[in-house]
Each structure stands twice: as C-alpha cells, then as structure tokens.
C-alpha cells in the first residue's frame, strides 16, 4: 500500500469536523488556562508531558484520560519515581548539557541513562500497583530523571498542574462542551 493510499479515508472511516475541531478547542482551553498560571507566576506550569495528557482529555479517551485519579495519580506516580532515580543516578547533571558536549561514553550521559531507566522500570511497577495507569505520564518521568525538571518544588508544581488541567477539564471545559454542544461524539 503506498504512502498516499494510506493518507485515503476508507468507507469504515469517517472524518468528523465537528469532534476534531471540538478536540482542539478543548485542547486550546486547557492550555490557555496553564500557559496563563505559567506566565503570571514564572513558574513551569507547561511541559512537555502535559500535551499528551490534555489530548486525551480534549478527544474523550475516558478510560485512560478522564480518570482524575489516573492521570494525577499516574503523573505524581510518575515525578516521584523519576526524582527518586535522579537524585540516585544523575544528581546535578541536565541532559541538555550533558548531550551539548557531545562526547563518546560521557560519564554524565551515562549517569542520565540509568536514571532514565531507572525512572522508567519505577514507573511502569509504580503505575500498575497503584492502577494510575496512564502512559502520558512516562514522559514526566524522564522530564524528571533527565534533569529536567528535577526540584521537589518542580515535582510539586508538576503534580499540582495536572490536578489543575484535570480540575479545569472537569469544571470548565465540560461545561463549555455542554453549554455549546462541543463534546466529542466518537472517542478515539
């Protein structure tokens, strides 16, 4: 099958304008609530893992999204594992700086891979036994175990900005959807 046959709609699928655009304007929502705390406090209330945890939120995967307890749960789940790796592995060392030298078997990159990995195998048996499944958040885990974000005042903050995400989803936004019908119809 070639690239363009792929790119084709079949007759089992169907493009809903309606719920994609209602998908986005979700989307927008939830990040024009975060980017505003982040601009007004200087403090980061936007990173990367966010994106995918508002996406599913905006496009109603309710079983992994609309959980509050998944997705607060998995991501605190989630910056706590990623500290725990970080402050044991790779305690001072960022990966943006470690990756700008460029050096072969750099004991620095070293050090962030394993508590890379670290954060990650923690997270994986963190979110089954506390059932926060939610795979957005193993992103959170690296933002944290590669320095990026690696404070417990950043861990606080991080946890804090998804209930806040998940709070303005569940008290903003649906209302939105409900007040103007903007609700996705098909989950996907």
């Known amino acids: 099958m070639g690239f363009w046959s792929k790119l084709r709609v079949t007759t089992s699928e169907s493009i809903n304008v309606r719920d994609d655009l209602s998908a986005g304007t979700n989307v927008t929502l939830h990040f024009l609530f975060l980017g505003a705390i982040a601009w007004v406090s200087g403090q980061p209330f936007l990173f990367p893992s966010l994106g995918p945890s508002a996406y599913l939120l905006a496009t109603g995967e309710k079983d992994r999204a609309e ?4 997705v607060i749960g998995g991501h605190a789940v989630a910056a ?5 790796a970080y402050v044991l592995f790779a ?3 960022v990966v943006v700086d470690a990756f700008q030298q460029a050096r072969p078997f750099s004991p620095e990159v070293g050090r962030l891979v394993i508590s890379g990995i670290v954060s990650m195998a923690l997270t994986t048996v963190g979110m ?3 059932n926060t499944n939610h795979p957005a ?8 175990a590669l320095g990026l974000m690696s404070t417990v005042l950043e861990v606080v903050i991080i946890v804090l900005a998804v209930a806040l995400l998940v709070g303005f989803h569940n008290t903003i936004v649906d209302r939105v959807q409900d007040l103007y019908g903007v609700e996705p119809e098909a989950p996907r």
């Open 128 to 130: 089954l036994w506390s």
């Open 91 to 93: 305690n001072g060392v």
């Open 80 to 84: 706590v594992c990623g500290l725990i």
């Open 137 to 144: 958040a193993c992103a959170t885990a690296l933002i944290v």
């Open 67 to 70: 959980g509050a307890y998944h």
